[in-house]
């Protein structure tokens, strides 16, 4: 009940109606539906955390599979670059048979049957699965394809 009372509140409410209604009966009826709300929410702001770049964090098990996760600084959706980078991740890896990482790693090295890359709201994430014995052949040419990528463009 406190969360919702802490996140729906009346500066935070958009409402679009469409229909056979006159504005005092709607104003009427919004006022029902939400007359009770607090006027502002109460909510603490989250505050940006700059991630620790550069790390490699691993996790040895004696398995014939490697799971690859890799992450680079994203871009916010309120930056004013934000949907080229959309395209740019489609580019990469954002559209599976097609894309850049697919190119490389699967169709011309045949090291995984998937690879692909996601744009959080913070991260540039791409992942794959491959032999265990092809880990560091895969993961050197993601970075590699990453890096051309962010060098040269698509």
């Known amino acids: 009940r406190a969360f919702h009372q802490a996140i729906f509140a009346r500066d935070g409410l ?3 109606v469409v229909g056979d209604i006159d504005a005092n009966t709607l104003r009427e009826r919004l006022d029902q ?3 009770d709300l607090p006027e502002q929410q109460t909510l603490v702001p989250v ?13 040895n098990y004696d ?12 871009v916010k959706p309120s930056a004013p670059d934000f949907y080229a980078a959309v395209l740019l991740n489609d580019i990469l890896g954002g559209s599976y048979l097609t894309s850049r990482l697919y190119e490389e790693v699967r169709q011309k090295r045949g090291l995984a049957y998937h690879v692909s890359s996601e744009l959080t709201l913070d991260s540039l994430l791409v992942t794959t699965e491959t032999r ?4 560091a052949q895969t993961l050197s040419i993601v970075r590699d394809v990453v890096k051309q990528m962010a060098q040269q463009g698509p």
Do not use: R
């Not at 505050?47 to 996790?59: I, R, S």
């Not at 265990?132 to 880990?135: E, G, I, K, T, V």
């Open 33 to 35: 539906l939400f007359g």
């Open 63 to 74: 398995l014939p599979q490697t799971s690859l996760t890799l992450a680079w600084p994203g």
């Open 132 to 135: 265990s014995d092809c880990a």
């Open 14 to 16: 958009h409402i679009a």
């Open 47 to 59: 505050y940006d955390v700059a991630p620790k770049l550069g790390q490699l964090v691993e996790e």
